[in-house]
Structures are given as structure tokens and as C-alpha cells.
């Protein structure tokens, strides 16, 4: 719930854009995957998925989705990060969906197949807010599943959208939830908050709005 408070928060500051979206790239998954979303207070949440993608004839690889929320103490500035595309195979690993590890450096991106920024957003006066580069360092989280749930999805859909730029998600996935441990970006996780799964013919697209 707290998530969705600053994606609807991000949603009526972002411009209305009327011009037609461009695809700048597709991802379809099909197969094992892990994600996480934790939030430590209002305005303050982080969401990460990586799955390995369907290929046939072709060098296998994975694909990573992360966006980040953080809101200043005086909630006047919103700050978000977006880390979206392919990266290699090998970042990804794990025999099947018991324990599943992720190990992932930025310096692993190809910007042909990725996007990464940071937004400053200054909600009193959104003509001050900037996009930069995206942050520089590295992911590495270890998935274990726990057992305490499994679940089925059968469609969802996401989209978040940050200035010019949308991330969608259409997803159908078997899901087990799990524990992780590990650091983003220089930041401790640990707990629970987290899934692993089989994606069914899902898919990651990232768009220019």
C-alpha cells in the first residue's frame, strides 16, 4: 500500500504526454525469476525483479527491473531511481527456485538493451526537478524460499512512469514467497518481502514516452 501511495504521488506530478510511445526495448521471460519489495516508511520503498528470458538460438540472458523511492524529511523533494534491461546470464544464477542468487554490477550494462537515471523531483516547483545518470555499484541478494506461501498469478499488470520514460509489466507466474539477504547499492536487506517463481510468458517493456 505504501508503494502505491508514491506511485499515485509520482503519477500527478508527471506531465500529461500526448505524443506516441516508442518501444526502446522488449524483454519476454519465460522462466526462473526473484523479486523484492520492501518499504521503511511512507515515501520510502524500493521494488526489483530479475528473470531469466526466453531464448531460442540465441546467447541466453536476463533482465533486471528496479525503481526506487525516497521522499526528503520536509516532503518537498522526491527522489527516484530506475535501473531497467538486459544483463548477463551469469548475474542470475541458481539451479531451480529453492535459492536463487543475484549478482549484478552497473558496469554490466549494455545501454543498447538498458536505461538507468536518477530523478529529483521538487515537488513546489517541478520546472527545478533534474534527471541524471543512474547510481553506479552493485546488487547482490541471495532468494531462499520459505514456504510460507505459494500463489498464482494469472495476469498483472504494472506501469511506472518517471518524466519521459514508462516501465510495464505483464506477468503470469507461478510464486513461492522467500527470504533475502544482501546489499543494494551499498544498503543492507534482509527479511522477507520477497518471491521466487516461474514467469509464464511474461513480459518487460520500456518506453519513450
Excluded: W
Amino acid at each position: 500500500m505504501k508503494r502505491f501511495l508514491v506511485i499515485t504521488l509520482l503519477t500527478l506530478i508527471t506531465p500529461l504526454v500526448v505524443s506516441a510511445q516508442t518501444t526502446m526495448f522488449k524483454f519476454n521471460q519465460d522462466g526462473e525469476f526473484a523479486s523484492l519489495n520492501q518499504s521503511s516508511d511512507f515515501g520510502s520503498s524500493i521494488s526489483l525483479s530479475v528473470s531469466r528470458n526466453f531464448s531460442t538460438g540465441t546467447a541466453t540472458t536476463a533482465s533486471l527491473s528496479y525503481v526506487a523511492f525516497s521522499l526528503s524529511a520536509d516532503t518537498n523533494t522526491l527522489t527516484v531511481i530506475q535501473v531497467v534491461g538486459a544483463i548477463p546470464a551469469a548475474d542470475f544464477t541458481g539451479q531451480n527456485t529453492q535459492n536463487m542468487a543475484l549478482n549484478f554490477s552497473t558496469s554490466d550494462l549494455d545501454p543498447a538493451t538498458s536505461f538507468s537515471q536518477t530523478c529529483t523531483i521538487d515537488l513546489t516547483n517541478l520546472g527545478n526537478s533534474t534527471c541524471g545518470d543512474g547510481p553506479t555499484g552493485t546488487i547482490s541478494l541471495s532468494f531462499t524460499q520459505n514456504g510460507v506461501s505459494r500463489t498464482r498469478v494469472l495476469a498483472l499488470g504494472e506501469e511506472v512512469t518517471v518524466g519521459n520514460f514508462t516501465t510495464r509489466i505483464h506477468q503470469r507466474s507461478d510464486n513461492s514467497s522467500a527470504n533475502v539477504s544482501g546489499t543494494i547499492f551499498g544498503t543492507s536487506v534482509s527479511g522477507g518481502g520477497a518471491t521466487v517463481g516461474i514467469n509464464h510468458n511474461t513480459s518487460l517493456e520500456f518506453v519513450r514516452n
